[in-house]
């Protein structure tokens, strides 16, 4: 799996077709004000509710 990305809000607006992209291979962290506010997982190839799940235990913190 590739290093997670972290963006802004403003550069997710902008290229949210790429940033979906990215997300198939990585999350994408979504920061607001350089606080994390989302994050944007690929589903791409799995169940989407499995995706979630394995995320979610993955990371129960995030940074602050």
Same mark, same amino acid.
């Given at each position: ?5 972290? &963006? +802004? &809000? !403003?550069? *997710?607006? *902008?290229? @949210? +077709?790429?940033? &979906?992209?990215? *997300?198939? %291979?990585?999350?994408? =962290? &979504?920061?607001?004000? %350089?606080?994390?506010?989302?994050? =944007?997982?690929?589903?791409?190839? $799995?169940?989407? @509710?499995?995706?979630?799940? !394995?995320? $979610?235990? !993955?990371?129960?913190? @995030?940074? $602050?």
């Amino acid at each position: 799996m590739k290093k997670p990305r972290t &963006i +802004s &809000i !403003r550069e *997710a607006k *902008a290229h @949210l +077709s790429e940033m &979906i992209g990215a *997300a198939q %291979g990585a999350y994408v =962290l &979504i920061t607001r004000h %350089g606080r994390p506010t989302a994050v =944007l997982v690929g589903v791409e190839g $799995s169940d989407a @509710l499995d995706v979630v799940q !394995r995320f $979610s235990k !993955r990371t129960r913190k @995030l940074p $602050s």
